[in-house]
């Protein structure tokens, strides 16, 4: 891909990523406006499926779904080779979860603070955890998928360990988010979240990505 069809690329994902975002924003402050009595617990706090029909949560799973599925599609017509193309998806997917959080405060000044619990996601169950966990993450997300999308064709090669280790990173990331799931479903106001786990995964995940990199640059 040519440098100036690469730069209108990436410029064209930003563009993507942003109205994205605010369009789930959008849907979360609508879901929200059609239940006005919010629980005890929940009030000014924005946890969408307590506020709406069960027949309306299945379609919001749905909904997360399909925003999973366009931001691969994004992603794969956006890049030619793997790397380029997870590259992509990442830069995207850390640009609309910021975008999220940001047009939030914007139209709804909501969060309060980084430390305000959120559900982050419904599948398979609720995702629990301080705004500022995934902000984070999503970071991450736009750096390194920045870096993939500019250097697809650096020949990179990642073992099975590497992938082990960077899938059970991941996974233990969502774990730590999955411990108070069972709170949310049962109308309390989920505390619980796992910071260390969090963390280990984090750092661990993160550098083991550097190291891969670094690895190969110095062949």
């Excluded at 590259?87 to 999220?100: I, K």
């Excluded at 360990?161 to 969502?174: C, M, P, R």
């Excluded at 709170?183 to 990505?209: M, S």
């Amino acid at each position: 891909m040519e440098d100036r069809t690469r730069r209108a690329s990436y410029v064209a994902l930003w563009i993507f990523a942003l109205a994205f975002g605010w369009m789930e924003a959008a849907t979360v402050v609508y879901l929200r406006a059609t239940s006005p009595s919010v629980p005890g617990p929940f009030a000014g706090v924005q946890f969408p499926f307590v506020l709406i029909s069960e027949r309306l949560l299945a379609a919001e799973v749905v909904r997360e779904a399909a925003t999973m599925v366009v931001l691969g599609a994004v992603a794969w017509l956006a890049g030619r080779r793997r790397a380029d193309r997870v590259g992509a998806f990442l830069f995207a997917f850390g640009v609309w979860d910021l975008a999220y959080y940001l047009v939030l405060r914007l139209i709804s000044g909501w969060p309060n603070s980084l430390t305000d619990p959120d559900i982050l996601f419904l599948i398979p169950w609720p995702w629990v955890g301080p705004v500022w966990a995934p902000m984070l993450v999503a970071a991450i997300f736009v750096a390194a998928g920045s870096y993939l999308y500019w250097s697809p064709d650096q020949g990179r090669r990642y073992s099975a360990s590497d992938v082990a280790l960077l899938t059970i990173s991941a996974a233990a990331i969502v774990a730590s988010f999955l411990v108070d799931w069972s709170a949310a479903t049962a109308g309390e106001l989920p505390q619980d979240f796992r910071p260390g786990l969090y963390w280990i995964a984090l750092v661990l995940g993160t550098g083991w990505f550097v190291h891969i990199e670094r690895r190969r640059a110095l062949r």
